[in-house]
């Protein structure tokens, strides 16, 4: 098992607007990326166990042109609520770091 963070050359989260997030996850190469993606580990279903919002709530898709897997999902509060704990979305990626994904690096 390696974690992401090892494998990924960019994990990154912003707003998508007010009311959503959006992740992306960069390869510097593409049997990297492949490798990652054949594995099936990164998917809707992890960005609704992981955020907490129903899978219907979650777009994920994999850009095999860049070489990238991407997420957006509904924010459970919008950016700026006085309950928002991140109003930019930028340090919601934390948790992606450390998801195993079933290949040596």
């Given at each position: 098992?390696?974690?992401?963070?090892?494998?990924?050359?960019?994990?990154?989260s912003?707003?998508?607007?007010?009311?959503?997030?959006?992740?992306?996850?960069?390869?510097?190469?593409?049997?990297?990326?492949?490798?990652?993606?054949?594995?099936?580990?990164?998917?809707?279903?992890?960005?609704?166990?992981?955020?907490?919002?129903?899978?219907?709530?979650?777009?994920?898709?994999?850009?095999?042109?860049g070489?990238?897997?991407?997420?957006?999902?509904?924010?459970?509060?919008?950016?700026?609520?006085?309950?928002?704990?991140?109003?930019?979305?930028?340090?919601?990626?934390?948790?992606?770091?450390?998801?195993?994904?079933?290949?040596?690096?």
């Amino acid at each position: 098992m390696t974690k992401l963070n090892e494998l990924a050359y960019v994990i990154r989260s912003k707003n998508a607007g007010p009311f959503e997030v959006t992740f992306d996850i960069l390869f510097k190469d593409e049997t990297l990326y492949q490798r990652v993606k054949d594995t099936g580990v990164i998917n809707a279903k992890l960005f609704s166990r992981m955020y907490g919002v129903p899978e219907e709530d979650c777009n994920f898709v994999e850009f095999d042109y860049g070489w990238a897997l991407k997420c957006t999902i509904v924010r459970p509060i919008p950016a700026g609520d006085v309950f928002d704990p991140d109003v930019y979305g930028c340090q919601q990626y934390v948790g992606l770091l450390e998801v195993d994904i079933p290949i040596e690096a």
